[in-house]
C-alpha cells in the first residue's frame, strides 16, 4: 500500500509563481525524501529531512515536517519551466532499526510551470 | 560517469518467458532496491539490500527474484513473465539512507509483456 498520499494530484502555476505540495503518511519515520521525475526519466533526490528537523532548506527548496500531523510540505519558490515534473514523498519508515533500505512513495504531484 | 546503470532501457517479452533487468553502481554503495512504477501510480517496492549477500522483499515480490553477490551489483530476475509485470522497472542506490543520504535511481528499464 502507498504509504504517502500527496495533495495536489495536479498543479498549474505561472513561471514565478510558488508551488507548494503536500504528503501525508501514516507509520512513525525515521526520515521523509522528496524526488523529481521528469517525463520518462529517473527519479532526482531533492532533500530529505529526518524525523527529528522541522524545516529544511536546499536553494529554492524549503520542505517542511510535522511528525505530529504525520505531513509534510515541499515549497518551490520562483518556479521556472525547468521545474515542471512529478514530484514524489518518499519514507523510510521507523521499525527498530531495521527499515533502512525500504522507500515508501506517494502517488506523486504532477506539476506544471507555464512560462 | 558516477551513477546507476540498468539495462536493457527497453524489453518486450511473451508471457511465461524469463529475463533479467541489470543494475549495476560504481559508487560503492551498501543499499540497493527494485522499484515498479506503474501508471497513474508511485513507485512500489519489489526487493531491496542492505549489503553484499543480504536481500529482503519489500512491497510487491512476487514473481520475482534478486541475489546481490556483490556490492556493485543487483540484478533482478523475472521467473515466469505475465502481462501484470508490464511496468517501468527503476533500480536505486544509496551510500547510507541513515546518515541522510539520498537516494540516486537509474533511467529505468520499460518492459512489456505480451
Known amino acids: 500500500s502507498q504509504q504517502g498520499e500527496e495533495d495536489p494530484q495536479a498543479l498549474s502555476i505561472q513561471e514565478g509563481e510558488n508551488a507548494t505540495m503536500n504528503c501525508s503518511y501514516k507509520?512513525?519515520?525515521?526520515?521523509l525524501q522528496w524526488y523529481r521525475q521528469n517525463s520518462g526519466r529517473g527519479l532526482v533526490h531533492l532533500i530529505l529531512i529526518r524525523s527529528n528537523e522541522r524545516e529544511k532548506h536546499s536553494g529554492r527548496l524549503r520542505v517542511t515536517l510535522d511528525t505530529s500531523k504525520k505531513s509534510s510540505s515541499l515549497l518551490i519558490t520562483a518556479s521556472r519551466a525547468a521545474d515542471t515534473a512529478s514530484y514524489f514523498c518518499?519514507?523510510?519508515?521507523?521499525?527498530?532499526?531495521?527499515?533502512?533500505?525500504?522507500?515508501?512513495f506517494g502517488q506523486g504531484t504532477i506539476l506544471t510551470v507555464h512560462p | 560517469n558516477a551513477g546507476v546503470t540498468q539495462t536493457p532501457k527497453f524489453q518486450v517479452l511473451k508471457t511465461g518467458q524469463s529475463m533479467t533487468l541489470q543494475c549495476a553502481q560504481d559508487m560503492n554503495h551498501e543499499y540497493m532496491s527494485w522499484y515498479r512504477q506503474d501508471p497513474g501510480m508511485g513507485l512500489r517496492l519489489i526487493h531491496y539490500s542492505v549489503g553484499a549477500g543480504i536481500t529482503d522483499q519489500g512491497e510487491v515480490p512476487n514473481g520475482y527474484n534478486v541475489s546481490r553477490s556483490t556490492t556493485e551489483d543487483f540484478p533482478l530476475r523475472l521467473l515466469s513473465a505475465a502481462p501484470s509485470q508490464t511496468s517501468v522497472y527503476f533500480c536505486?542506490?544509496?551510500?547510507?539512507?541513515?546518515?541522510?543520504?539520498?537516494?540516486?535511481f537509474g533511467s529505468g528499464t520499460r518492459l512489456t509483456v505480451v
Open positions: 507509520t512513525s519515520i525515521n526520515n
Open positions: 518518499a519514507t523510510e519508515a521507523n521499525a527498530g532499526g531495521t527499515s533502512y533500505g525500504k522507500l515508501t
Open positions: 536505486a542506490s544509496s551510500y547510507s539512507p541513515g546518515q541522510g543520504y539520498g537516494y540516486t
